[in-house]
Every structure is written in structure tokens, then in C-alpha cells.
């Protein structure tokens, strides 16, 4: 079994910052695309950054320039730097981490529970 565990969601003022957290935790040999998605009310859910072992990005044109995705692959590890945040940065964050491989050679796709990210004044 994987887990993945978020924190850091909030709320926060249009113009300021946030910095969200994933830990992946089982047993885990490796991870090839760690992600981020998110969901506002009424709406689908959308990528909003990803990267994969090799440290290459991809992020979603609105996000570009303000959010910026990094891992840490020894501790398994997903972080979201979110700078210049605005009211249509609001929705619930959710971790993702793809093609999970763990020591008894199994392959999962395992999504965190969501973290609010609340932007308003």
C-alpha cells in the first residue's frame, strides 16, 4: 500500500503565498510523476503542475511563472511554492503520484486526500 499525505493548504490573501507538501509513504522503490491537481466547486478537476524523477516540469498555463513544483525523490516528496496567489487559485489541492513502483514489484496511481486552498480578502 501507498500513501500520500498533503499539508500546507490555507487561507490567504490575494498577492501572497502558500507552500503545499506530499509525502509518499509505503513501500515505495521508486516514482516516476509526482503532480498536483485541483478541483474548485463546480468545476473538473485540472493539472496544475507536475515533475517527474528526472526533475522535468510541466505546468498549466495559468499557474505559469507564479507556482513553482520541486521534489525531493530520497524522501519521496512533492512541494507546490505558490506565489502571487489569486482568488481563482481557490479549490481543493490534491497530490498525485504516478507509475508508483514498490519493493514487491506492484504499480500503483495513488491520489492524497485534498488540501484547501482558500484565496481571499
Known amino acids: 500500500q501507498v500513501q500520500l499525505v498533503e499539508s500546507g493548504g490555507g487561507l490567504v490573501q490575494p498577492g501572497g503565498s502558500l507552500r503545499l507538501s506530499c509525502v509518499a509513504s509505503?513501500?515505495?522503490?521508486?516514482?516516476?510523476?509526482m503532480g498536483w491537481y485541483r478541483q474548485a466547486p463546480g468545476k473538473q478537476r485540472e493539472l496544475v503542475a507536475s515533475i517527474t524523477s528526472g526533475h522535468s516540469t510541466n505546468y498549466a498555463d495559468s499557474v505559469k511563472g507564479r507556482f513553482t513544483i520541486s521534489r525531493d525523490n530520497a524522501k519521496n516528496t512533492v512541494y507546490l511554492q505558490m506565489n502571487s496567489l489569486k482568488p481563482e487559485d481557490t479549490a481543493v489541492y490534491y497530490c498525485n503520484a504516478d507509475e508508483v513502483f514498490t519493493t514487491d514489484l506492484s504499480q500503483y496511481d495513488c491520489w492524497g486526500q485534498g488540501t484547501q486552498v482558500t484565496v481571499s480578502s
Open positions: 509505503g513501500s515505495i522503490f521508486s516514482i516516476y510523476v
